[in-house]
């Protein structure tokens, strides 16, 4: 069974940095594109970034580019989300995502592309 388990989220100072973790198990990490979106309340997830399996590809949306940076691990099968200049906008509950289909990157913005997501971790940016 996949399991995906976020972790680093918390209360941050408007600027400030946090990096998020997702350790993923049940399937074979490597060669899976990742994801991670995020959700605010009252509002529709969003997509925030991913990266490809192979590590070779990032996306990013475009409020995030500049400020946010996708990595993984293949060896420690995580994948993380460095975020700096956090703003208060950035506050959400950060989900990380895996891709449904093995060795692709395609259509890694949309939701609809993942099937196993974690429970999510929250950030929260105070002003």
């Known amino acids: 069974q996949v399991q995906l388990v976020e972790s680093g989220g918390g209360l941050v100072q408007a600027g400030g940095s946090l990096r998020l973790s997702c350790a993923a198990s049940g399937r074979s990490f490597s060669i899976y594109s990742m994801g991670w979106f995020r959700q605010a309340p009252g509002k529709e997830r969003e997509f925030v970034a991913a990266i490809s399996w192979n590590g070779g590809r990032t996306d990013y949306a475009e409020s995030m580019k500049g400020r946010f940076t996708i990595s993984r691990d293949n060896a420690k099968n995580t994948v993380y989300l460095q975020m700096n200049s956090l703003k208060p906008e950035d506050t959400a509950v950060y989900y990380c995502?895996?891709?449904?289909?093995?060795?692709?990157?395609?259509?890694?913005?949309?939701?609809?592309?993942?099937?196993?997501w974690g429970q999510g971790t929250q950030v929260t940016v105070s002003s």
């Open positions: 995502a895996t891709h449904r289909a093995p060795t692709t990157s395609t259509m890694m913005g949309k939701s609809a592309s993942y099937d196993y």
